[in-house]
């Protein structure tokens, strides 16, 4: 496994992190999530291969994937050499500062732990003023109770407005953004990737193989995941006989390599300078593929090969008000 610093901070991240979107009481978010047992399975083989960044969320599973994820680490790993992340925006409140300090404790005592690692804000809240949100988070900090803070899918201007608020207060800025990102999803490079690279904020992007179709040569699976991921259908599908083209691009490389079309994929994230992409593993073997592809260097013609296709797409991700209460399943295709 290699590694990096997280962003400015002292923080020592593995250059994968796994998403804990993938566990979770089954139902409760996501038909297709796993159980505790296999959550710990996947947990525990992470650790095993030298990762040691996770990345979790409040609203995860109805507080489930949290829970398994505290457990399983409680059981296969050490907690000081292990960096926990969770979510909070997907919560009555949003981003004021009540919701914040009632939230946070929350996740801390369903992971089992006094202090996250990486505290992420999920969305931009359009109805708390940033000096709010900010000032709420830098007291968390301030308390011990988080290390480092992060945001989440939003406009750059967003972005860079909390930044600027931080400064001019004296406050915790962000180390971290986990925005959408992969071959088939580059909006964010025209101006919130810009802003992070200015100000030393590491990226730790969702959604590195887009669901999965980067990993294969064909559109949809037939599996529970294929066939039950409205919210995957829905980021996706509109744009499908344009991406395929990129989708091809991938296989080709992949052959080129002789590796996995995933792996591909992933040496792009960190040929892109990316710090950490964010996998959603429900099987072993993805974790075993995803280390694999750390040892992939893409030439700058492999780059520029697999970018050639690309066209302009929808946003996926940052939006444009507050969802009504509730709703966490953004981009949903009914």
């Known amino acids: 496994m290699e590694y990096t610093k997280l962003g400015n901070t002292e923080i020592e991240i593995s250059k994968l992190c ?11 978010m996501h038909d297709w999530t796993l159980n505790e047992e296999k959550s710990g399975e996947i947990i525990r083989h992470a650790l095993e291969l030298g990762i040691n960044f996770f990345d979790t969320a409040n609203g995860y599973s109805a507080g489930t994937s949290e829970e398994y994820l505290g457990r399983a680490i409680k059981s296969y ?5 292990v960096v926990i992340a969770s979510k909070v925006y997907f ?14 404790e929350g996740s801390l005592r369903r992971l089992g732990t006094d202090y996250l690692d990486l505290y992420i804000i ?12 900010m000032e709420a988070l830098h007291e968390l900090v301030k308390q011990g109770k988080v290390r480092a803070l992060g945001a989440s899918a939003m406009y750059g201007y967003q972005f860079h407005n909390m930044q600027l608020a931080a400064r001019d207060h004296g406050w915790t800025l962000f180390s971290a953004m986990e925005n959408h990102y992969n071959l088939l999803y580059r909006e964010d490079e025209r101006e919130l990737i810009p802003i ?14 887009a669901a999965g179709h980067l990993a294969r040569a064909v559109w949809q699976l037939d599996s529970l995941r294929g066939q039950t991921d409205r919210v995957a259908r829905g980021k996706y599908d509109s744009m499908e006989q344009q991406d395929m083209r990129i989708v091809e691009h991938v296989h080709e490389l992949a052959k080129k390599y002789e590796c996995k079309m995933s792996q591909i994929a992933l040496a792009w994230q960190w040929a892109k300078g ?21 040892a992939i260097r893409l030439k700058p013609e492999d780059v520029n090969y697999l970018e050639e296709c690309y066209v ?13 209460q509730g ?3 953004l981009d949903e295709k009914k």
């Open 312 to 324: 302009p797409h929808p946003i996926m991700g940052a939006i444009d008000k507050n969802p009504e």
């Open 18 to 28: 796994v998403g804990c979107m993938s566990f979770g009481k089954a139902g409760t």
């Open 122 to 133: 999920h969305r931009f809240d359009y109805d708390t003023p940033i000096e709010e949100t």
């Open 327 to 329: 709703v966490i399943l």
């Open 77 to 81: 790993g050490v907690r000081n050499q």
């Open 274 to 294: 990316v710090a950490s992409p964010i996998i959603g593993a429900t099987r072993l073997k993805y974790l075993d593929e995803a280390a694999g592809a750390l």
């Open 196 to 209: 992070c690279r200015q100000m030393g904020v590491s990226l730790m992007p969702y959604s590195p193989l």
């Open 91 to 104: 919560n009555e409140g949003r981003l004021s500062k009540k919701a914040i300090m009632r939230e946070i």
